[in-house]
């Protein structure tokens, strides 16, 4: 198993319960029974969370976010109610907190992919499917699906993989009512995400949603949304199926880390290094690419 290469201390707060520290996000509960979110400038990595930030990450993530569900309140609540810090937080909160309703989280990655690549470019070389949904022969690195596909997975602790799953999996274990309700869903809000991305310029390959229900049973989407660290973004003008695509999120750090320049065995299970300031600098401007084509607003990531 990894993790953190340097586990954070939780900020102590009046008033909040500090609850959990997740790769990138820190829980805490209200005396109220409402929950904060924190997003840091954390950034992870073949499952390891890396000891280098990036500058301003938690408040583009979460502006981004908050974007993306104005978009989509139409289609599925939200579970936030406020993006002002709680009283007595530290300064630096501001722009990176969500106060958000308590639900009973539904224990599934909801994925829908719209474009064959990563994980699912995998098992379809295998045996022309993924998570059980049969696709059709031919398709390549970068191949964009006749119709957007539904792919589950089991969501998994830090330092371990998320396990996809077949739709038919979920259905046993939470039901065909509920299983078929978080595919609409999860097919739903990334139609809806395409559409949007494309008339910017930008593909949305893949993405993943969290739901949990509220105190009535109703469906709520929850987490981030739409961001470049649940999403796979690529620059529409560069795409070619048949190779990796570039795109706009962590991917150079991931290709760094496997370099030679890293000096890093990653098949060694050894923490990875510090990032250099190139590295960090070159992710950080693609997080900030992400957000002013998508939003057409520009960030001060501070």
Known sequence: ??????????????????LHTGKVRDLYRTESGDLVMVASDRVSAYDWVLPTEIPGKGRILTQMSLWWFERLADLVPCHVLSDTPPPGAPSDWAGRTLVCRALDMVPVECVARGYLTGSGLAEYRVDGTVCGVELPGGL????????????????????E???????????????EELAAELRRLTLAIYTRGREIAEERGIILADTKF??????????????????????RFWPADSWVPGRPQPSYDKQYIRDWLTSPASGWDRAADTPPPPLPAEVVEHTRATYVTAFERLTGRSVDAG
């Open 210 to 231: 969290e739901f949990g229900r509220d105190d009535e049973g109703g469906l709520v989407l929850a987490d981030e949304v739409l961001t470049p660290d649940s999403s």
């Open 1 to 18: 198993m990894n993790g953190f290469v340097e586990k954070p201390v939780p900020v102590e707060v009046p008033g909040l319960t500090h």
């Open 140 to 159: 390549v690195d970068g191949s964009r699906l006749e119709e957007p596909i539904f792919t589950p997975a089991t969501k998994a602790e830090v330092g």
């Open 161 to 175: 993989h998320d396990e996809n799953v077949s739709y038919e999996a979920v259905a046993a274990r939470h039901g």
